[in-house]
């Protein structure tokens, strides 16, 4: 296939998300402090010795946003993982097989999603007790029900399309037509909601640490948010720099759903 | 090969399908018969609705699993029963020795695979043992076939950068992947404007005289069938009612549908205005058919008790097996 050229917006966002990535594997190197160790006075603004400025007691807050880019690109690639494969599976099937299949799946689906995503998550790691582990689990297994059904809309169509029947002509069993005829055509829908759902799962993090129940040994974009709100009048830094992290994350995972859907689309 | 000319190749006995509608059980198919013999052409004609298509699904066993049963029949492809199959000795015929092509080349490729990946893929299920050299010389040569140029370059490329007339070519590339003895076209030029149309005719007689397969054609043109058919079965409300050779049956056609048929057709020869549509609508399905389906559209007003009473069956026969099944003309022909 010829490559065309990416635009500026997209070289932005992939830019971003290298970055962002980078910095999650080489935090320890790069970050100028230990995160959780005072190094300096508390509540100093953004200086040549300290660029992000300090926290209450002295700690650095670079050192503390970049190992939050760790955190949070852990957590959402493995969340990414766990709804990719939970939802697709369970839409493919869902939708191709259809009958008493589908309407098991479905009902499934319908629980997950009548249930407030929100207070199941809170229960579920009060209950199984805070940690980046359980975070990724319990965040995985309660965001996959909209992506199987989205997914199961898209298979229930593409497999009347004639390409399915060609292939079914042509000698291929069902779970070949499934994988390699349909679920292709899936995945720019997949790719869309996914990335949709990954910026949801940042901010969702965000607002669990923000509320105490990240993992209470790991520095995330959302517990600096959180704990800065008892400073917001007197010291900005603390809660712009890590939201404008959050931020730029999400923008830019958005921009490359945007990017790749485009890309996929041009061959229908 | 090791057919036996002396045998058809397939052997349809009386197969009838019927779908579940929110109206009832309509009959789709209603006990047509028909032979393919070996490197033969022979073509479907009738109108949309018909069951011409549904007839091609049914011997594939394509069609959809709820709502469409194939209530009685027999169909015999070199000796093994299609409908009695299971699903792995189905495989091992479709795409190898029975394939089929559909009416919109748009649609029948995957649009998000190279062409040459869908063409491999053809040939890699049924014949896994060859190297990826044999695959792809085996790929340029089948473009090459269908008349696509410069074969290697363009087979990197996806199907939206084709035209309606390659893509078509690309898909008799891929029906003839593994050289099948039975190539089912179903209405492969419809939706081609005519110089494509033209083209993908040639492809196809091209790839029948180098393989020696035998077309079962699926048309509502009869251009397209005198340029390419042997043979030819006229299909009405889900029932053969002519089967002719096909220069037999311009010069002469006898069931007054087919002759219904052949005057709706233009021609140099037919003086301007006299273009004749068939009167009234098919006939709905969903009963019982009772005697003739055709007789209220018939154009010969044959007043006998028989065509409201009687299904006729076809009968007599020409000096070149030709048969059709009406009260009016089949005593003629015996």
Redesign the interface.
Known sequence: ?KHVPLNLRTRSAVGLIVFWFVVAGFSRQLAPYDPFKVSGPGLEGPSREFLFGTDAIGRDLLSGVVYGARTSAIIVVGVGIIVAIIGTLLGIISGYF??LVDDAIMRITELFQVIPRFFLIIIAIAYFGAGMDNLILVLGFTSWAMLARVVRAEVLSLRE???V?????????PWRVLF??IL??A?PVIVVYLALLLSQVLLLEASLSFIGLGDPNAISWGYLAGASQAYLRIGWWLAVFPGVAILLAVLAINIISDALNER?K??? | MTLNSAKPLLSVVDLVVDFDTPRGVVRAVDGVSFDIWPGEVLSFVGESGCGKTVTALAL?R?LPQ?GAHVRSGRVLFDGVDLLGLD?VGL??????RI??????PT????????IERQIE??IK??QPALTRIQIRDRVVHLMVTVGIADARERM?????MWSGGMRQRA?IA??M?NEPVLLIADEPTTGLDTTVQAQVLDVLREVRSETGSAILLITHNLGVVAEIADRVAVIYAGRIVETRGVEELFARPLHPYTQGLMSCQPSFETARGSLRAIGGQPPQLDGPSIGCTFRDRCALKFDRNDCATIVPQLSGSTATGGQVACHAVGGVLS
């Open positions: 296939m259809g009958g399309r004639t390409f029947e060609a292939a079914l002509v042509s000698g291929a069993s390699r005829e292709p055509n995945t996929i041009t061959r229908r | 594939l394509l709820v699903s495989r091992a015929i479709r795409g190898k394939s089929m092509i559909f009416q919109d649609s029948s490729l995957n649009p998000m695979k190279t893929e053809a299920l049924h990197e490329e996806y199907p939206h898909m891929i029906a992947a």
